[in-house]
């Protein structure tokens, strides 16, 4: 894979600077994803274990004992006790007995027995990953005596591993800690008893009403049929009901539940749900298309990754599959293009071309991956462990590097093709053709650019500290994984410098060089035998198999933080499995992938469980759905909670059967007007135990989608690349830029995509106000839809009235309503007479208020 | 309570007579449905769902509003208030091994030193120091509160710009202008009450996610206010519709929106929805109004320069703040040189003169407008760019980017002026004394607008949010001296 893709990159449009970076060595400038790359340094303990293994395995246990005590204990106490015995136990380590050193510290067992080369110990005596002892390494014989002895078994006398050994330092967490509600197991709770037998349609509604009960409210009404069709189009495919919708679900003769329930099974096949459904979590995962900082430039092939999560969506992929292809999908399932689309979500950092401070730059990168899973997957606030332990909850500053372990090895990449190998394989067989055919021609290319572009790259490493231009200086295999992460960062610049150079030239502004030009036009009359390009998406791997190590920024000592979960719930570090895909890989995110799904997780169970109910009824059990700690908000039901979690995992992580039950309870069901809201609202004023349903504001895409769909607009093409606003197609494919914002779309508070956002803002300004009762998008929505209305009439008529409601409020207007309609209607074309077409004028009016009313803009 | 009842009755019906006066865009017919929900209790809501209704500061304020004047794309410093005798002695050799070298956006660490060929004088009785480039503003140094010990984290302009308005170089944080806003609420409803103007059309670094509420809701972000005809964007009735027939529109919307209230009691939003077409209405009169200038005189026009040709401009978006201030509005920023031009990493001697020339005699207008109209002492004047620029030459005539060091100024609003507040080092590479970093500078900003800012709090996410992530020392000398 890897070399299929390093190849597929120099024949892919920027051939040249494939060539360049990968081929023709331009010294200075040669990437990081050559085929070479695989050549990195093994770790040296392996080596000096397998010549220790041969002469030291038959020694007798007198020998054993011997050797122990004339070697190894002597060089334990000199070197290693200061710190680590029963004085001090850095690292929470100590040396002075097996059991303690099998246990091990903070970073794992110090020990293997008989395998130096999977030996914390042996890796820090070689200074190969802690440096021990710090004060100066150990003379060779005395790292080959330590490593002879962990070979043969590490001989202990009189060693006694019965007995337990406790974490030498004292606890951090404290009861109250480890009582917290989010870190408690999920247990299923019995469904309560309830006496409300016309009430009790499922088992959400047995904890809601007793809820209820033991509060004195009563619940609203069952809400009407209009009420609820509408409703349940909005939430789960985000578009209004047609009038033949509305009319065949009124006139469906089965009962109430059974209607509705078809109406919800429905929705869930339809490919609008992924559309809908899909955008919550594109908000979570702060989605946009564009780098952010001043240039902001396009990226015009992450919508593979939205793509990818609406089709997730309307597959009803398994949680745990969803989660494990956008953390791991390159280790996971390296063949399978969407599953390296997924990984995608590893790319929605801020990115800024011209930085040269690439340290700094690539551990906020990091960062800004890490807060984000933090907020997506664990619903805590890791962010604020980053500078200090958490000082509300029990997060470790360690624990935030643990969970920003996992991301240290990745390498962004725009080069890996989204095809299966078949697709590949095919391509290849064509391209070869062409690639014989233009040989000579792009040869001839490469001479004459290799001299400016390697000049170009020349003076842009110039511009980076002493300590990048040393490390852009080296040999390519020479560099170390985080070298070579850096150096990507500068690549990625050399790239920007060199794509600009040659658009220039073949836009013919470079006189001097126009001959390339030329050859370039030679070169695309053989277009014709060259075969379609191969999409790419931004995805992410490793950038090897040995992982930069991971350190917590400003301690002046350096210890590396290996890959871990919350201390709290799993102290020790993460288990990481070799993966077994042929990719160059760490198998880093597999393990927190596979940590995140686990069924008895209790936090990752609980958030996105959580997450569902919120998307339906606008606030979640717990409304602080991204923060289940100290901060945030406890659950309003907590049975309810773990009762749904459970119904969630044993029913294989589907959310379509999650969405089923909520949607056909009666508490989803509920009318948003209550018989006495006055009593309700002084027991309860912010509806937490579910008395009524709350009504809602359409949300930006609503609005916008509902528009066009009304107005008979709306393209319903599904995917692809991204759109310009004043294309009629559905908001989420409409380009995303961080820093500009569509003025209508960003005036009912569609979010930033800088950070996670769990919830949206919902804000009534005047300046949205005049968006829309002056903005001409609206207006020609509405001249639209009066058109659709109006077809070959000559007159508005009572029919095109109720048509007009039901579109825009999914009912019919009453009797007065329409009295009130024609009166405004009257009154428009009178003023209106000197027009071409007074009555259409009016109804273009008509509509233009339906869509500016608050019943348009809102649901019940 | 009763005689309360009929004090809130009585405003609301002279309210109603101004509107109806001076009903321009949405008109009277329109209005006279808008105020059918007028009742005691409806106006007691409003305030309550208006969230920019004003509010009482922590402390008693020295500055009611702000005028923030953003040199955007980093002006020089050492060529500006920060005289540097020794860098045109070292001029030509590399920075001293004593110093530490910086990271430099364009990697001019080691590129020799820039004379700084200005002639400086002191002025005013604190003595401040203003180099021969800025003429008018020296005029003013008693008013004047130098900041010479200011620096930052970013870089790149991007970074700067973006902490210089948000506290954090990362985007993703609300802007000053939404906190102060947040935290104090407007005094003119009738207006945004975070107003941003720039002097041309390129874009500001960033765009506008500088004056964006990020987490916070979008009613607290800034509004860009545009100096021709449509000061805000979709502010008239548009072409094509008359008065009457837009009016028209309006009563009938507003006669659904009360039908669809009145059957969904105990709905706030729903009230608020109504109330922001009422509020557009009087931003349709009110907007307009505040950027006419014809009502002022040649002498004030001249003052601030807008009777040249380099002047004109900024001049009148200066004139324009006063105005905005006056009327109550919280927050200004003025964005000078949009798109960077401050940055002049080739060059310098070229491009800074023309710079400050556009921009001196305006500022200088400014505050002696200010002052004589009695608005300084309650305003808070800030001048400043998101860093400054390097002893280190860069392209043989330019400066490289230097966030470790620069000056910034404030005036007014409580300020001690005539005085310089900290110092940089021989050269003007690292801020030494007083040192200022950007959370220093806007928490000195919200402590002289009466904002505590462990008490301004947002609650995001579950956590509290704070406008410099409680960061930053109020600089005392400002108002003791």
Redesign the interface.
């Known amino acids: 894979m890897k070399s299929l893709s390093a190849k597929f990159y120099i024949l892919s449009g920027t051939l040249l600077l494939g060539i360049l970076l990968f081929g023709i060595p331009v010294g200075m400038t040669a990437s990081v994803f050559a085929e070479d790359s695989s050549t990195t340094k093994t770790v040296k303990p392996t080596k000096s274990g397998k010549t220790a293994a041969s002469s030291e395995s038959k020694i007798s246990n007198k020998k054993k004992l011997l050797f122990f005590e004339s070697k190894v204990r002597p060089i334990l106490i000199a070197k290693c006790y200061e710190c680590h015995s029963d004085k001090k136990q850095k690292g929470d380590l100590r040396l002075d007995s097996l059991a303690s050193i099998l246990h091990g510290g903070e970073s794992g067992p110090a020990i293997v027995q008989g395998k130096p080369g999977e030996s914390l110990l042996i890796e820090s005596i070689n200074y190969d990953s802690y440096e021990m002892p710090p004060k100066g390494k150990l003379d060779k014989k005395s790292i080959d005596v330590l490593t002879q002895w962990v070979q043969s078994g590490a001989y202990w006398p009189n060693a006694d591993l019965t007995k337990k050994v406790a974490s030498h330092k004292k606890v951090t967490f404290t009861e109250e800690d480890r009582s917290f509600w989010s870190f408690q197991k999920v247990v299923k709770p019995a469904v309560p008893k309830t006496d409300q037998s016309v009430w009790n349609k499922n088992a959400i509604d047995s904890f809601i009403s007793q809820k209820l009960n033991a509060e004195g409210i009563s619940p609203s009404p069952l809400a009407s049929r209009e009420t609820l069709i509408r409703r349940v189009y909005f939430n789960l495919i985000g578009l209004p009901p047609t009038p033949e919708q509305i009319e065949s679900f009124l006139k469906d003769e089965s009962s109430d539940d059974v209607a509705f329930a078809k109406i919800v099974d429905q929705l869930l096949e339809s490919p609008h749900y992924g559309e809908r459904w899909g955008r919550h979590w594109l908000d979570l995962v702060r989605y946009a298309e564009s780098d952010g900082y001043n240039q902001d430039a396009f990226r015009p092939t992450i919508y593979h990754y939205r793509d990818y999560v609406v089709k997730s969506f309307n597959q009803d992929k398994p949680y745990p599959k969803f989660v494990t292809e956008q953390l791991a999908g390159d280790e996971t399932d390296p063949n399978n293009p969407e599953a390296i689309a997924a990984t995608g979500y590893l790319r929605h950092y801020l990115y800024e071309y011209n930085q040269r401070d690439v340290r700094t730059h690539w551990q906020e990168i990091l960062n800004d991956i890490t807060d984000a899973t933090g907020d997506v997957f664990l619903g805590l606030g890791m962010g604020c462990a980053r500078c200090h332990n958490h000082k509300f909850d029990p997060i470790l500053q360690k624990d935030y590097f643990r969970l920003q372990a996992f991301f240290t090895p990745i390498l962004p990449r725009d080069d890996v093709p989204l095809a299966t190998p078949e697709q590949l394989a095919e391509y290849q067989q064509k391209i070869k053709i062409w690639e014989e055919k233009t040989a000579n021609l792009r040869k001839k290319i490469d001479q004459d650019l290799k001299e400016p572009f390697e000049t170009l790259a020349k003076k842009q490493i110039g511009m980076f500290p002493p300590d990048i231009k040393e490390i852009m200086a080296k040999k390519f295999e020479d560099r170390t994984p985080i070298e070579h992460q850096y150096a990507d960062l500068v690549n990625r610049q050399i790239i920007g410098k060199h794509k600009k150079y040659l658009d220039d030239l073949k836009a013919g502004k470079n006189k001097k060089r126009d001959n390339i030009r030329l050859l370039y036009l030679e070169l695309d009359k053989l277009n014709d035998i060259k075969p379609k390009d191969i999409p790419m998406g931004m995805s992410v791997t490793d950038v090897s198999r040995i992982a930069p190590k991971t350190f917590i920024p400003g301690k002046k000592k350096k210890t590396e933080i290996l890959p871990g979960f919350l201390t709290l719930l799993s102290p020790g570090t993460a288990k990481i499995m070799n993966v077994t895909a042929p990719v160059q890989s760490t198998g880093r995110r597999t393990a927190l992938a596979q940590w995140i799904t686990q069924p008895d997780n209790r936090l990752t169970t609980r958030v996105i469980t959580n997450r569902i109910w919120q998307f339906h009824f606008g606030s979640g059990l717990v409304p602080t759905s991204s923060d289940f700690g100290h901060l945030g908000d406890k659950p309003s039901h907590p049975e309810l909670l773990d009762w749904l979690t459970t119904y969630f995992v044993e029913n294989g992580w589907s959310f379509k059967k999650m969405h089923r039950l909520i949607l056909n309870s009666r508490t989803y069901r509920q009318s948003s007007s209550h018989p006495d809201p006055p009593s309700a609202e002084l027991k309860d004023p912010s509806n937490r135990w579910h008395w009524r349903a709350d009504i809602k504001r359409l949300q930006a895409e609503q609005i916008r989608d509902a528009s066009l769909t009304i107005s008979g607009e709306l393209d319903t093409k599904l995917g692809g690349p991204s759109v310009k606003a004043e294309v009629p197609r559905r908001s989420i494919y409409v380009i995303v830029k961080r820093n500009i914002k569509d003025p209508l779309l960003g005036a009912f508070d569609f979010p930033g995509g800088i950070k996670s956002t769990s919830s949206r803002n919902r804000t009534t300004t005047p300046t949205q106000s005049l968006l829309m009762i002056n903005g001409p998008w609206m207006l020609n929505r509405a001249a639209a839809m009066a058109k659709e209305l109006f077809t070959q009439k000559l007159k508005v008529d009572k029919a095109m009235i109720q048509k007009a409601y039901l579109l825009a409020y999914g009912r019919k207007p009453t009797e007065s309503e329409l009295k009130s309609s024609f009166e405004f209607l009257d009154k428009q074309k009178e003023l209106s007479q000197k027009k071409e077409n007074p009555e259409l004028v009016a109804l273009t009016d008509f509509c233009h208020v339906l869509l500016n009313s608050s019943e348009f803009l809102y649901l019940d | 309570m009763n005689s309360n009842n009929n004090m809130e009755k009585q405003t609301i019906q002279q309210r109603r007579n101004f509107l109806l006066q001076s009903a321009g865009g949405f008109g009277a017919a329109a209005l006279q449905g808008l105020f059918e929900i007028d009742s005691q209790k409806a106006e007691a809501k409003k305030k309550t769902i208006n969230p920019l209704s004003a509010k009482t500061p922590h402390f008693p304020a020295s500055a009611k509003n702000i005028i923030f004047l953003f040199m955007e794309g980093g002006p020089s410093h050492i060529d500006l208030f920060d005289p540097k005798p020794i860098l045109n002695k070292l001029a030509g050799k590399p920075l001293p091994e004593s110093f530490t ?1 910086p ?5 001019e ?1 080691s590129s020799p030193l820039l004379a700084s060929p200005r002639k400086w004088k002191q002025h005013g009785e604190g003595g401040l120091w203003f180099s021969e480039w800025l003429p008018h503003i020296a005029g003013c140094a008693d008013d004047i509160a130098v900041l010479r010990g200011c620096w930052t984290n970013g ?5 700067g ?1 973006c902490q210089m308005n948000t506290g954090m170089p ?3 944080r609300p802007s000053l202008g939404s906190w102060v806003t947040y935290g104090l609420g407007s005094e003119n409803e009738n207006l ?1 009450s975070f107003v941003v103007i720039k002097d041309s059309k390129t874009p500001v ?5 500088n004056w ?1 509420a ?6 607290y972000q800034g ?1 860009r206010l545009e100096t021709g005809k449509v000061p ?7 072409k094509g519709i ?1 008065e ?2 837009q009016q ?3 009563q ?2 507003n ?3 009360n039908n ?2 009145n ?5 706030t ?2 009230d ?6 009422e ?2 209405f ?2 349709q009169s009110a907007a307009p109004e505040v950027v006419d200038l014809s009502k002022e005189t040649e002498e004030t026009q001249k003052l601030y320069g807008m009777d040249q040709k380099k002047t004109k401009v900024f001049g009148r978006n200066c004139l324009l703040a006063r105005r905005l201030v006056e009327k109550g509005v919280r927050f200004v920023q003025l964005y000078h040189g949009a798109g960077s031009k401050w940055d002049s990493h080739k060059q310098m001697e070229k491009k800074h003169p023309a710079l400050c020339k556009g921009m001196d005699q305006c500022v200088a207008g400014l505050l002696k407008d200010l002052k004589r109209k009695g608005l300084l002492e309650t305003t808070l004047v800030v001048w400043g760019g998101e860093f400054g620029r390097t002893p280190m030459s860069e392209g043989g005539d330019g400066r490289d980017h230097n966030p470790t060091g620069f000056s910034m100024w404030m005036a007014g609003g409580g300020v001690k002026g005539g005085q310089t507040i900290g110092a940089t080092d021989e050269l003007g590479l690292y801020a030494i004394e007083d040192r200022m970093h950007v959370h220093d500078i806007h928490t000195s900003i919200l402590h002289l607008m009466g904002l505590d800012k462990m008490k301004v709090e947002f609650r995001h ?4 949010e704070r406008p410099t992530q409680n960061e930053g020392d109020f600089m005392k000398k400002l108002i003791t001296g």
């Open positions: 070298k990271v430099t956006a364009m990697g660490a870089i790149n302009h991007a970074g710009v990362l985007a993703g945004p670094v960033n765009g506008p996610r964006g990020a987490f916070m809701p979008a009613v509004t805000i964007p979709n502010l008239f009735t548009p008359l009457q027939q028209n529109k309006l009938f919307l006669t659904l929106n669809h209230l059957s969904r009691p105990q709905q939003e729903l608020a929805r109504i109330l922001s077409y509020l557009a009087r931003m996410k579950g956590r509290p």
